[in-house]
């Protein structure tokens, strides 16, 4: 019995043009997609798609509270894989959409982990924030030797100090909230004269800023500061 195939996409960070071609193809081809959404409105990964996708594909909306405090819902992966698996077992391909990379920080690694063990999986890497941000900066992320890290903002302060200590370059995601005391301890370390911020990069609301010109008390999720212990990788 011939049985469907599980493919997540990364979609890339926002603009459409950064789809794969590979990505790209497969989406104009799929009879079903899944991605995932808030618990209300629209979703961002469906938005990235929507220039690819075919007019009469099945689509489902994976429903999740975003805030990095509740994330993942374990419940509502469960319900995804179960919905896709019925299609998969019809003989269907199911697209997964995931913003930017699939595994880097990307929601799909939840889908995979239902599903990779009973059903063929394929995935289609993305454009990451990571690199759309060190694009649209101008700010090259390591060279040579440099050690480059990715911290997530809602590490505690000792944590991010001591990553900091023992890397040459870092990108600090998921800023949000936590915008006021990265920027105070990025100041204390040194660091901020040395450090972009950058926020809904390649979107038409995109926002680049050195970060000791950022006066804002939060920073919406989709935001990321880049920093270099050398002012520039190159240098």
Not at 151 to 164: H, K, S, Y
Request: hydrophobic share 45%; charged share 20%.
């Amino acid at each position: 019995m011939k049985t469907g195939t599980v493919i997540g996409i990364g979609v890339g960070p926002g603009d459409p043009e950064l789809i794969t071609l590979k990505g790209a193809r497969i989406l104009s081809e799929a009879t079903v997609v899944a991605y995932p959404a808030p618990e209300t409105g629209d979703s961002l990964a469906r938005a990235i798609a929507a220039p690819h996708l075919r007019a009469d594909a099945t689509e489902i909306a994976i429903r999740m509270p975003l805030s990095s405090n509740r994330f993942p819902v374990e419940a509502v992966y469960d319900r995804a894989a179960e919905e896709i698996g019925t299609h998969l077992a019809q003989g269907q391909n199911v697209a997964v959409l995931c913003e930017g990379d699939p595994f880097f920080y990307g929601s799909f690694m939840y889908v995979f982990a239902r599903l990779a063990e009973d059903w063929p999986v394929e995935v289609v890497p993305g454009v990451s924030s990571l690199t759309a941000c060190a694009a649209v900066t101008g700010t090259a992320l390591a060279a040579l030797t440099d050690v480059l890290t990715v911290l997530p903002g809602p590490l505690p302060d000792d944590v991010l100090r001591a990553r900091l200590a023992e890397t040459d370059a870092a990108a600090i995601i998921k800023v949000g909230r936590h915008l006021p005391r990265i920027r105070t301890l990025l100041d204390e370390l040194g660091l901020a004269d040395r450090a972009q911020y950058v926020e809904h990069a390649t979107m038409e609301r995109q926002v680049v800023s050195p970060l000791d010109a950022v006066s804002e008390a939060a920073a919406p999720y989709f935001s990321m500061i880049l920093i270099h212990k050398r002012g520039a990788a190159w240098s």
